[in-house]
């Protein structure tokens, strides 16, 4: 259980993916297994941000918000811009890649491997030590899994979690099979805007923020929003730009600070500065840090 | 022609996809198409990049650096990092989804359409009038239009360009079928650090420079940097933060601003001060602007 918050026995937690999917694991590191009630699987990341705003039956959400090599995940960064969500927690996961097949199957009896292409580039050293297995992309390292099971595959391998391996019933073959070991994924935990989270109170530091904002149309806009914070001494984690849905080559910027945004003096007169420099802005939220 | 470059007779350029990708028809957009002796489909960008760096069959590549609605494209920005190219102009298409299938079939014999998931994502408003299709994902665009032309499908259609149906010999059931019609994509010409480009020595106003840089570990480094710029009141027109190879959470900045590298003083001055802070700099070039 995280110690920020207080989660009542009942919770649900969405994710992209089908079941096993790396977001699944990084749920079960943040909240603990044995505290999530039930994790609701959704092909899409609307559909999840959808759940979480528009039905009761999700309580939170947990997002890839950024790859350590494959940098951000735009279409979540445009739905917490797009919806009223708000961030309350984070967590990265290592992402290990594991080679799955059917119970008593041995790794010389393999001739086709098959996973996410991402999954499959990633574990290039490794494959390249196999040059008679053909290559088959997949939408879903999960779902590659879940095809050997479903389809009972004799001499195909699926590139997934360890995970996966358990919850289709697979045996692992190999694991750690990716070339960087340092390879992680950060994930963003998120509920609906008006949900209150209990527990958090006393905490004072080693807190993140993440805001949203756009700037006004000309040189140096930029640098004058982003001096709100280095006046102050406060260092920025991260800054994304993002384009703003049909105003081509206008951008909206994503930024993480060190700091709580309501509960640090010197972060909320950030925020009201930087309120009278951009033409939007919106704070997501603040939440305990989680990386070194 | 593009006016700033004298391109021989020979020319070569080489793009990612399969022949009839938008990506060809920014080639066409930029160098005129009766000036392209040979365009050349490859299947990986780290393939392109490898062309132009590594063999002499192949004179330029155009590449995808950022679409107006999805961002940038992450994979590109990091060659441009690790490898010795420069670019040398830029050309932004609008990208236009046609539905194409055999020649003599009519729109009422489709059952299945085809293509990159997010051009069926973009053709939401369409698809979803025509409820009955199955929809199938395939791993580009054009591809799905050669898949249709090389298995002989009946009732199937594909989501591509149009020269995807002129390339392969299809019908043009629709155009114009994405959601949004300002949809665009801007690409970089790039080619070996070491080519030389003529017809550029006159040129004085109306450029653009892309950089690359990253800064040390400290409180406002980034504003610092970003300071060379807004303090001689040049302007920004893309900031993108990517993650470094096996440094998770490091991050280095690709940069564009209005002028040229070299030969505008402003900017001499600001790379200048840029280098005495930041711990890596790359200038990748400068080149005619194309963007309103």
């Known amino acids: 259980l995280n110690s920020a918050l207080q989660l009542s026995e009942s919770s649900a937690v969405a994710f992209q993916g089908e079941l096993g999917a790396y977001s699944q694991s990084a749920i079960y590191a943040f909240f603990g297994r044995d505290k999530v009630r039930k994790v609701v699987p959704l092909p899409t990341f609307s559909r999840v941000f959808e759940n979480l705003c528009k039905s009761s039956n999700v309580d939170y959400a947990v997002v890839p918000i950024e790859n350590s090599v494959a940098g951000s995940v735009g279409e979540v960064l445009d ?15 290592p992402i290990h890649h594991a080679l799955l097949a059917q119970i008593n199957t041995s790794i010389d009896q393999i001739r086709k491997v098959i996973s996410h292409p991402q999954a499959i580039a990633q574990c290039k050293v490794f494959l390249d030590s196999k040059t008679s297995w053909q290559q088959v992309p997949a939408y879903d390292t999960a779902g590659a899994a879940k095809m050997i099971k479903e389809q009972n595959l004799k001499d195909t391998a699926a590139i997934a979690s360890e995970l996966a391996a358990e919850i289709y019933g697979l045996e692992i073959l190999e694991r750690d099979i990716e070339d960087d070991h340092s390879n992680q994924t950060r994930f963003v935990v998120i509920t609906h805007h008006d949900r209150e989270i209990y527990g958090e109170e006393g905490a004072q530091s080693g807190y993140k923020s993440s805001i949203l904002f756009s700037t006004h149309h000309e040189p140096g806009a930029l640098v004058g929003a982003l001096s709100v914070f280095s006046s102050r001494n406060i260092n920025l984690t991260k800054i994304e730009s993002r384009p703003m849905k049909s105003r081509p080559w206008e951008y909206y910027f994503y930024v993480d600070f060190e700091g709580h945004a309501s509960r640090d003096e010197n972060c909320t007169s950030a925020i009201e500065e930087l309120r009278r420099k951009t033409s939007e802005l919106k704070v997501l939220g603040s939440y305990k840090r989680k990386n070194a």
Chains 1, 2 share one sequence.
């Open 79 to 93: 739905l917490l811009l797009s919806t009223d969500v708000k961030i309350i927690g984070e967590i990265s996961i």
